[in-house]
């Protein structure tokens, strides 16, 4: 600031101007701060989670994004301490095709949820690197009221990469939030690919969302999918669309009695609902508590996270072995000489591959 020079007594006067601003902004100090600020250590990575801090939360599943080798790690420690406090919480998967109004829904959802006290995760699984036809979690601003509530926390997919690397790492975020003290978790995924499996494998129910135009939906949902589902929201029954909704509730109900009955004994249940008036919303909420109530009571609600977590253990042993074998040097540069005789009918594509492996075998008993 310039100073009053009053007493001065000189023709050039210094005139009291306005405070100027500092030569480096603000913002670009405190980037640079943080950016030296050392890596928290493990417990105050576990602390913090356990303590609700989001902004360590957040950290800590940057971590478990990143593909940084000491990221990993550390991620990997973390998740261990975090265990033990994981688990206290309803898993719901939610799916749908893009537009049936999934990120409209979860608002209203989730606002309801929160409003009677829970703490709410918000996950998504999006594989397609590509984020522009109907991208999920991409744009927060379609969650306005949540993505500003301090029960709820937002967290887009992990960006690009396999399914199954996907899947894990989701799966990890899911353990983080549990010890952060997030008693819902919501995974969304668009209905229209493999990922709604990935989502099956780590929820407790499984909820597909519809339109009410039923006879194009049954053509551009997989039955896989329908089988999966715990219940159908038909969405949109608002305005001119009730009757037709539930209309088209009618005929899921029908569809639903040709599957064969359900491991857990639940039989999905098929509602209306609109994001936007809200009706039936409450109700949807209802039948969950249902579900996890009865399958609670005849011990399913456990199996199914044993079987879940017997299984990612599965999952991961291959997704590792294959890594280590194709990222293996030797193997890279085995492959398109064997290739190259496979096609041109040298040997069989079974001889090909057993030689592969015997060629594997040995790099790795050496
Ligand atoms: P997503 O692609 O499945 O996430 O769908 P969005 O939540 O982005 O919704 C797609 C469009 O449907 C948007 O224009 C929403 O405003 C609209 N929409 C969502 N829910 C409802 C609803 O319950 N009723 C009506 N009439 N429109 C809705």
């Not at 310039?2 to 000189?10: A, G, L, Q, V």
């Not at 417990?43 to 593909?67: H, M, Q």
């Not at 085995?334 to 190259?340: D, F, N, R, Y």
């Amino acid at each position: 600031m310039t100073e009053k020079r009053e007493n001065y007594k000189s023709a050039l006067k210094v005139q009291e101007g306005i405070e100027q601003p500092s030569s480096l902004n603000a913002d670009y100090i405190n980037k640079m701060k943080a950016a030296r600020q050392p890596v928290l250590s493990l417990d105050e990575f576990v602390s913090g989670i356990r303590a609700g801090n989001r902004t360590i939360l957040s950290k800590a599943i940057t971590l478990i994004e990143s593909s940084l080798n000491e990221h990993h790690k550390l991620a990997q420690e973390i998740i261990e301490k975090c265990l033990p406090f994981a688990g206290n919480s309803i898993r719901i998967g939610i799916t749908g095709v893009p537009g049936v109004g999934k990120s409209t829904f979860i608002e209203a959802l989730g606002k309801h949820i929160t409003n009677i006290g829970h703490k709410l995760a918000v996950l998504a699984i999006d594989p397609s690197s590509e984020r522009s036809k109907g991208s999920i979690l991409g744009d927060k601003t379609r969650m306005e009221e949540l993505a500003v509530d301090p029960n709820a926390f937002i967290r887009p997919s992990p960006s690009a990469g396999s399914l199954g690397g996907v899947a894990r790492k989701t799966r990890e975020i899911i353990i983080l939030c549990e010890a952060a003290g997030f008693n819902t978790i919501f995974v969304e995924t668009v209905g229209v690919g493999q990922s709604e499996t990935a989502v099956h494998s780590m929820v407790d129910f499984f909820l597909l969302l519809m339109l009410s135009n039923a006879g194009d939906e049954l053509q551009g949902i997989k039955r896989g999918i329908m089988e999966m589902a715990d219940a159908i929201a038909i969405n949109k029954a608002d305005g001119d669309n009730i009757e037709k909704a539930k209309l088209a509730m009618a005929q899921y109900k029908n569809a639903l009695h040709l599957f064969p009955p359900t491991d857990s004994g639940w039989i999905p249940q098929v509602a209306t609902c609109s994001a936007y008036t809200r009706d039936g919303i409450a109700g949807l909420w209802d039948i969950i508590m249902e579900y996890v109530a009865y399958t609670k009571a005849n011990s399913y609600f456990s199996l199914k996270r044993q079987d879940q977590s017997k299984n990612i253990m599965l999952e991961t042993i291959n997704d590792f072995l294959k890594d280590n074998f194709y990222s293996n040097k030797t193997i890279k540069s085995l492959i398109p000489l064997v290739q190259e005789e496979v096609l041109s009918d040298k040997i069989s594509s079974y001889m090909a591959a057993q030689k592969l492996l015997e060629a594997y075998y040995k790099i790795i008993n050496k």
